[in-house]
């Protein structure tokens, strides 16, 4: 338990510290980012609880959580090409900044999927 706590806390301290080395942490969060990627997991997981034994819910959280960053990924650029006025005179600083909020989805699903991967190892 205490290694899978150092794991986690670990690597949560890795990626943040790398950020804050060129930028301020607040740029790794975008609250609709998390709320998409949790609760596509999380009812994906709950969807699958009925077939899956128990032990391996973690497991499925973190491939939900995977799948559910590339469909925020989508819906971001879906969004963001939908919204963009190219005849703006900063709409190339606009899609590079909403790219960038799009992407996180992808570090969520990816981030969750890694910690779901130390809390669950496979045998």
């Known amino acids: 338990m205490i290694a899978m706590i ?26 609709p980012a998390v709320i998409l990627v949790i609760a596509l997991a999380l009812f ?15 497991r499925h959280f973190g491939q939900s959580a995977v799948r559910a ?3 925020g990924f ?3 650029i879906i969004l963001i090409f939908s919204m963009a006025d190219p005849s ?3 709409v190339i600083e606009y899609l590079l900044r909403a790219s960038a909020v799009a992407m996180l989805t ?8 890694y910690l779901a991967r130390i809390m669950s190892p496979r045998a």
């Open 106 to 113: 992808l570090l969520y699903g990816y981030g969750l999927d």
């Open 74 to 76: 989508l819906v971001g």
């Open 6 to 31: 150092t794991g986690i806390l670990g690597s949560l301290l890795v990626v943040i510290g790398a950020v804050m080395t060129v930028s301020s942490p607040g740029v790794l969060f975008d609250m």
């Open 88 to 90: 703006a005179p900063d």
């Open 69 to 71: 960053g590339w469909i």
């Open 44 to 58: 994906s997981t709950f969807g699958a609880s009925t077939k899956l034994p128990r032990a391996s819910l973690i």
